[in-house]
């Protein structure tokens, strides 16, 4: 017993010891760059995020230093560090607008906000950065290689924003705030008409409008589900309500 207790802070010593002499640079960017990559490897995403903090910082000019960039952007994001991430790819689209891993940032950007958006009950801050940032990229760059992934994540950050909508325009709805209502879901009427939901949004516009007795506009927006959503059940439903 008493050699385990004399062993045990040793074997923690050198374990510390260890892991702080991984994090050291050498008076070579190559080779501290290689053990960059083989930290991310070992799946040592925090240390490397470290351990490529003081790398770029040291070799501001180095051949690798935007590669240097990208992984510690790469090991952020990887390691669920998503404001991190955010803000290192922000960065690096503004340090380098031309570079060759553009698209790559840009993705990284928008999937750093994507996975910090919530629910269609809350603010769609994330939701809107996300959808603007994956928007950008495409349209810059069309036949880029995320360019499939980002079209379906701009649809479901699409519905999520009309849902969002929708919940806040049948919330004022239920307690007769008809006015509020209205604002919402004429957001969804001029925003998002792509999306799943926009047939039912049209049925509460017109619903809200005939609480405030503004008939005509009421029939603009029944005639518009007729147009555009014939045969829906939320148009079946609105030519009841006159």
């Excluded at 553009?102 to 269609?120: K, V």
Aim: glycine share 2%; hydrophobic share 40%; proline share 2%.
């Amino acid at each position: 017993m008493k050699v385990y207790f004399i062993l045990a802070p040793l074997m923690a010593l050198l374990l510390t010891s260890c892991a702080t002499a991984d994090l050291t640079l050498s008076e070579s960017a190559e080779q501290d760059y290689l053990k960059a990559e083989r930290l991310i490897e070992d799946e040592q995403y925090t240390r490397a995020t470290q351990f490529l903090s003081k790398f770029v910082a040291k070799y501001p000019y180095s051949q690798y230093a935007a590669s240097a960039k990208l992984l510690r952007m790469k090991a952020a994001y990887i390691n669920r560090e998503f404001i991190l991430s955010e803000t290192l790819a922000s960065r690096f689209i503004t340090a380098h607008p031309e570079h060759p891993k553009r698209d790559y940032a840009e993705y990284i950007l928008g999937m750093s906000y994507y996975n910090q958006s919530e629910s269609a009950k809350h603010e769609q801050i994330f939701t809107a950065k996300a959808k603007d940032t994956f928007t950008a990229l495409n349209t810059r760059n069309p036949n880029n290689e995320y360019a499939q992934e980002v079209s379906k994540h701009i649809q479901t950050l699409t519905s999520q924003m009309a849902e969002h909508e929708m919940i806040i325009g049948k919330f004022y709805y239920e307690r007769n705030l008809y006015v509020g209502a209205i604002n919402r879901f004429i957001v969804v009427k001029n925003k998002f008409m792509q999306s799943s939901i926009a047939p039912e949004s049209l049925y509460w516009l017109a619903a809200s409008y005939l609480a405030l007795q503004q008939k005509a506009s009421a029939q603009e927006v029944i005639q518009q589900l007729q147009s555009n959503f014939a045969g829906n059940e939320w148009q079946k439903k609105a030519e009841k309500l006159i």
